[in-house]
């Protein structure tokens, strides 16, 4: 009987190999360490400023790294020109923070916009996608609509079924659910389990919503000052014994903040009563 | 210390100035290649926004520069008993320098500054880095139409302010001031010539190019919010109209000597 052989990790879709990022002096990636597996559904969470938007951002070009390199099917991409970055870029879908549809576009033609680009498609090829696109995301009415005509929760089911025209082999999500009220940031979540699911997508998702990253993320990475503190699944985030991921899970602010926040009072109230 | 300001601030100038070169030439590189079907069907839309809607208030302000000229050098000419020679002095300096600088700097203002704003929200609302995003060049997609849209239609719009300028003038003359019509236009006709409307409309091609890539490479980079795009659209009314002064001077310069190259004999007309 021959034992199996060992079965080696997969090879990760996408490494960042100590990334280090600043903009003037203030360093935004320090060091940046993180491997993302195909078809696995990540979400980096961390406080605002910490970089996770510049992350997502250096996966597809939009800023370069400084120092540090990125991998993306074990190629690096962190030094090819803007031409050279277009074929990477395609294998990518990412939704915006606002949405960033294009304002002087019908909604159909937002979604038909890379399909008019990059493919060979025939008008009625296209029409046919983007609804199928729309229905998707729940939202087949609204195609002869002007973006300004939109909620801001449709505004990003719309960007998202943009983000997804291509068939992308990994989407990337930035702070898809800011700005919604929790009804519809649920429907956002769904929505991105769903095209999990559907497309067998790799997902990236940046948030500071709690209640989102452990919906959507079977891997959960922290970020603070630039660098990856924790990994792990939603579970070990929950009982994580770390007391900065725990108190940023839990929602609470750190002693010295409260500590700042009693100081400042204290000093109101003295100005107010006057010297003596 | 003050070295080294003086340093900082003319290295910060002419990095700015090597963006900019790069971003000219890579609209230059699409219009030559280009820019496909999205960008073809915009450049007609900008057509009509820069040109047709610029048009009235050219042709305006061109009606009204004929007419001033004809005031102010009707007294002067009239002491000399020349009087019927101002349509020539009207027509050429309307034609060569006041039709194109003038139209130039009305589509400054109008065009340039609204190019600008548009570009920038669209940066500060992320749009052209989801155009990066999803592949797509932007400027390829958003500075390459606008700017050939300028191009084409700022010699139009300078026509159609000489146009104006010379009826302008010629009203002013002849209705008001009683000028014989007749010897009126003889003269305009005698100081007239091809080289004259050629300098005039080649000159604005280049202010067109200039307001067009100065307008959408300060709407590219322009700062963050509201205040960044109010900043980047003054830089770029700013940056444009003292482009089309200095430009202008050059041009004069270059293409009076293309004339005096080619015909060697002739007069200069002004």
Partial sequence: ?276 | MFVETLGRKSTKALEELGDYSRFAGRIVYWMARGPGKFARRQLMQQAYEIGTLSMPVVMVTGAFIGMVLAIEMYPEFRTFGMETHIGGVINVSVIKQIGPVLTAVMLAGRVGGALTAELGTMKVTEQIDALRAMASDPIRILATPRVAACLMMMPALTIGSDLLGIAGGYFMSVTVLHVDAGDYWVNARNAMDNYTVFSGLIKSMFFGLAIATIGCYKGFNCGSGAQGVGRACTESFVASFVAILVMNFFLAKMLNDIFTMIWPNAGMTL
């Fill in chain 1, 1 to 276: 009987m021959t034992t199996p052989a060992i079965q080696p990790p997969p090879a990760p879709l996408i490494r960042l190999h100590e990334v280090h990022k600043a903009f003037g002096s203030l360093v935004v990636l320090n060091g940046l360490n993180l491997e993302v597996q195909p078809h696995e559904s990540l979400v980096v969470v961390g406080p605002s400023g910490t970089g996770k938007s510049v992350l997502l951002k250096h996966l597809v070009g939009l800023l370069r790294p400084d120092a540090g390199a990125i991998y993306f099917k074990g190629t690096r991409i962190d030094q090819l020109t803007e031409q050279e970055w277009d074929p990477i870029r395609r294998h990518f879908g990412f939704l915006f923070q606002m949405g960033a549809l294009f304002d002087s576009l019908s909604v159909h033609d937002n979604i038909a916009f890379p399909l008019r680009e990059h493919g060979t498609f025939s008008e009625a090829e296209i029409s046919d996608i983007v609804c199928a696109k729309l229905r998707m995301v729940g939202l087949e009415s609204t195609a002869k609509k002007m973006p300004g005509d939109l909620s801001g929760g449709q505004k990003k089911r719309v960007a998202l079924a943009r983000a997804i025209a291509l068939d992308p082999e990994v989407v990337l999500y930035d702070e898809p659910t800011t700005g919604l009220d929790p009804i519809r940031a649920d429907v956002i979540n769904e929505l991105i389990l769903k095209l999990q699911e559907e497309l067998q997508v790799t997902s990236i998702v940046v948030t500071h919503d709690m209640a989102s990253a452990f919906k959507v993320g079977n891997r959960l990475v922290m970020l603070l000052e630039g660098k990856v503190i924790a990994t792990g699944t939603p579970d070990d985030f929950r009982h994580s014994t770390d007391d900065r991921v725990l108190r940023f899970v839990q929602g609470r602010a750190s002693p010295e903040d409260l500590q700042a926040l009693q100081r400042a009072s204290h000093d109101a109230q003295t100005i107010q009563r006057g010297p003596g």
